[in-house]
């Protein structure tokens, strides 16, 4: 079992910044796959962004891409997601994944029945 516990969100201006923390216990998501997701009220829960254990590949969604960063340090157990430029669209709550199987495509990644833990979610609220 993994454990995930995400902190860091928060209300922030359009064009601020705000990063958010997953950290993990019970394993050490070294050969996991972790994945930040988001929903907003009324809506499905949406990709935002990967990180891939077996290559270490990146990948984001359209919406995100060039103002999101995923990282994680596995000595922390810690996946990080640095958000730069955030729009009042971004407003959601955001929810840490980790998938134990290898996400060998982008629908692979972008699927949430296909991580087997998740977080409890952090708001993220961004004012115009």
């Known amino acids: 079992q993994v454990q995930l516990v995400e902190s860091g969100g928060g209300l922030v201006q359009a064009g601020g910044s705000l990063r958010l923390s997953c950290a993990a216990s019970?394993?050490?998501?070294?050969?996991?796959?972790m994945a930040w997701f988001r929903q907003a009220p009324g809506k499905e829960r949406v990709f935002v962004a990967v990180h891939k254990w077996n290559d270490r590949t990146t990948d984001y969604a359209d919406s995100v891409k060039g103002r999101f960063t995923i990282s994680r340090d596995n000595a922390k157990n810690t996946v990080y997601l640095q958000m730069n430029s955030l729009k009042p669209e971004d407003t959601s709550v955001y929810y840490c994944a980790a998938a134990k199987t290898i996400l060998y495509s982008r629908t692979n990644s972008y699927t949430p029945g296909n991580y087997d833990y998740w977080g409890q979610g952090t708001q993220v609220t961004v004012s115009s």
């Open positions: 019970g394993r050490t998501i070294t050969t996991y796959s």
